[in-house]
């Protein structure tokens, strides 16, 4: 076979993730772990930090202010986390997570994973200063309704949910198993060895060896578990309408294992 002259064979640089973070330390050591460590170290993503104290001018270093109008607590000051961001280069898109942001989907996971480059900002203290927002970042999310005290955790579940839908991330059998969230119901239950436990069966027809009749229960248990615990979930959720009628059958009466 002729792949054609070896030279001129273009390879792609993975994507990359930057976190602008005062504690960069707090992410560097989620993604030396897990799936995100695996896939970083084999080179399918790059996960860098920049320190907004690193672009300080001050001799104290200092990356907060009291807020303009006054009131409790400080802001970001515009100037560290503005150079801290451009530093970073051109990005395909700048994200600040913050409680007023939109909600963080598993959409949004698949439309980052697209992306050959993210920059994530995470606030400190009460916010950043609202001129950064306007004209440095493109998008604010949000990973729910809480306050943190900073945006880490929430840049790395970020991270986390977009790095596993790259190409070589995950097993192709993982990798499947995903196609069955995206049908947009919770998962059914799972269970492992010993076939009892503490007294406790594993449902019998998990042992039949019978795979049409497991999917099906497992299908059932999916849909009761999403009607009682995310009925909103249902609202957009591809369902028959056997399904449908199933679960107006449904009464407190049927657990979703039966
Ligand atoms: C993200 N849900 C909660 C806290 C201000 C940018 O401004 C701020 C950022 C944070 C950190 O993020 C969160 C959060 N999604 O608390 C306050």
Redesign the pocket.
């Known amino acids: 076979m002729d792949d054609g002259p070896a030279e001129a064979t273009a390879v792609a640089p993975p994507p990359r993730y930057t976190v602008v973070t005062l504690f960069p330390d707090l992410i560097r050591s989620y993604v030396a772990e897990g799936v995100v460590g695996r896939a970083v170290k084999r080179g399918l993503a790059v996960v860098d930090t920049v320190d907004p104290r690193d672009h300080t001018t001050d001799r104290y270093r200092s990356v907060d202010d009291v807020p303009f109008g006054g009131g409790a607590g400080m802001v970001?000051k515009p100037g560290p986390v503005a150079r801290a961001i451009e530093s970073a280069g051109p990005a395909a898109r700048r994200v600040?997570?913050?409680?007023?942001?939109r909600l963080?989907s598993q959409a949004d996971a698949v439309a980052f994973s697209r992306l050959d480059s993210l920059v994530l900002?995470?606030?400190?203290?009460?916010?950043?200063d609202q001129r950064v927002?306007d004209t440095l970042i493109d998008d604010?999310?949000?990973?729910?309704?809480?306050?943190?005290?900073?945006?880490?955790?929430?840049a790395l579940?970020v991270i986390d949910a977009t790095l596993r839908l790259l190409p070589g991330v995950l097993g192709n059998a993982e990798s499947a198993q995903h196609e069955s969230f995206s049908d947009g119901l919770l998962e059914h239950p799972h269970y492992t060895r010993p076939a009892t436990w503490r007294d406790l069966p594993v449902p019998p027809v998990l042992l039949s060896g019978h795979h049409a009749r497991i999917e099906a229960w497992r299908r059932q248990a999916s849909l009761r578990r999403t009607a009682r615990v995310r009925p909103d979930l249902l609202a957009s959720a591809a369902l028959t309408d056997a399904e449908r009628q199933d679960l107006l059958d449904g009464t407190s009466s049927h657990e979703e294992t039966d």
């Open positions: 970001m600040l997570v913050t409680p007023s942001g963080f900002v995470c606030g400190r203290y009460e916010g950043i927002c604010e999310i949000s990973i729910g309704d809480y306050v943190l005290s900073g945006g880490e955790l929430a579940v």
